[in-house]
């Protein structure tokens, strides 16, 4: 699923975009274009603007491989919308988003006694392997066949 399935209005705002950030006209956009996009028009701070988009432009452009031109700058956009994970060359689109991973470390495993209290009423939680506290898994009646 590519950008021209998308609504018209939808097609129409990376073009937009693109030319906002394209000041010299030449249908390619550079890091100095892009860092004076993130400055100017997103307003993020000059030094962070100028990091932010020289990571960016090595990303869109993987790793100057590729220019920057309308066409890859629609499916750098499309990423941004349709994208999987927040980790693409879309998430700099806007310059605005950092994703950090955090670290996750149970500091200490809840006790037996803890584990079968509900956090929300003090209600005692079925042992394992009781179905009868899963509302889904109680046994039916059985049916006879006609």
């Known amino acids: 699923m590519g950008i021209q399935n998308f609504p018209v209005w939808l097609r129409l705002l990376p073009k937009k975009i693109f030319q906002m950030i394209d000041r010299n006209n030449d249908l390619e956009v550079g890091p100095t274009e892009l860092i004076a996009f993130y400055r100017d028009m997103v307003r993020i701070p000059a030094d962070v603007a100028e990091a932010r988009a020289l990571d960016a432009y090595e990303q869109m452009t993987d790793g100057g491989r590729y220019t920057l031109d309308i066409d890859s700058y629609e499916m750098v956009f499309s990423n941004f919308l349709i994208g999987r994970t927040p980790f693409g060359p879309g ?8 994703h950090n991973i955090a670290h996750f470390e149970l500091i ?5 006694e803890e584990a079968r209290q509900s956090p929300r009423s003090g209600e005692k939680k079925g042992v394992e392997g009781d179905k ?3 509302p889904w898994q109680k046994p039916r009646p059985r049916t006879r066949k006609l």
């Open 91 to 98: 998430r700099h689109i806007f310059g605005c988003w950092e």
């Open 108 to 112: 200490m495993p809840a006790t037996e």
């Open 132 to 134: 009868s506290s899963i």
